[in-house]
């Protein structure tokens, strides 16, 4: 799904912009991984793929980032990786579904539970009353595990926090994503870097906290001295929705008619987008699916 959705996201940022005046900023970077533990794995996995994944001196990361940290020995550099800046590519994405005739957008509309006629799932309870549909789809993201509860399944989907921080700098001070320890820098067009992310077992608490914002902070100047000198103007956390391994639940919910899962993609949710809505829509139009939907299926999962 990765791979279907990299060679994707351009078109679908083209489209969005000329659709609705919303730049999604799909920004072509490329990638520095950077004294990879698994180095030797992940380049065995780019040879079987053919993913345009390499091993390169560190000297010629340096050349290519310059501002990046002395701390570092290896390098790998994934050519072609991009980012997409996710608070417009959601503007983008309602303002285009909000022009379309036949979607109705609820928002503010807390959802609590389920309808049911008889082994069938016909709609769901909100805050404003009754929905009804053809089908259900639960893609409630941190929240969908304890939505399937009120029917007695156990999905094993839960609120994983992770915080990040914001930093503005020139438009041209990170030329390439870099990602080391598990931290990442990643440039925007306009200059902003985000750097990433923290990995919390806290329940729905969302609460920036002081020690993430040092410790991210930390691994800011790990990775780029310079940005010692920066300021960090923006600092929040989010809650992804943890699964076993970062596998996603895609398809029809067993035992209950007209329910469907599209969730539980953990760290990959804008990565896996465009594939998993795609081969959702394969799977429940019963059309030839663009990959095979076995391994996500939430068959035998749950």
Known sequence: MAHWSQDFYPQLGERLFAATGVDPE??????????????????????????PLRAVDISAAHDAVPVLGSGFSRAIYMANV??????????????ALLALPNVTIHERCEVSGFIREGGAVVGVTTSTGAIYGDQVVLTAGAWSG?????????LPVEP????????????????????????YAIPRRDGHILVGSTLEH??????????????LKASAVELIPALADAEVVGHWAGLRPGSPEGIPYIGRVPGFIG??????????GLVLAPASCQL???????????????????????
Not at 173 to 181: D, E, G, I, Q
Not at 202 to 215: C, F, M, N, Q, V
Not at 259 to 268: E, F, I, S, V
Request: charge should be neutral; aromatic fraction near 8%; include cysteine.
């Open 26 to 51: 799909v920004h072509t970077t490329g990638l520095y991984w950077l004294d990879l533990d698994d180095e030797t794995e992940a380049l065995a996995w780019a040879k079987r793929e053919n993913r």
């Open 160 to 183: 994983v926090k992770g915080q990040m921080i914001l930093y503005k700098c020139a438009a041209d001070f990170l030329p390439s994503m870099v990602l080391a320890k598990g931290r």
């Open 146 to 154: 304890d939505l399937l509860k009120s029917l007695g399944l156990e």
């Open 202 to 215: 806290e329940g729905y608490d969302k609460t920036p906290t002081e020690s993430a914002l040092e410790s």
């Open 259 to 268: 329910l469907w899962l599209n969730c539980g993609h953990y760290r990959n």
């Open 82 to 95: 991009a980012n997409v800046r996710n608070p417009r590519l959601v503007k983008s994405l309602k303002a």
């Open 280 to 302: 959702f829509a394969d799977v429940m139009l019963g059309r030839a699916p663009i990959i095979d939907p076995a391994p996500y299926a939430p068959v035998g999962r749950i």
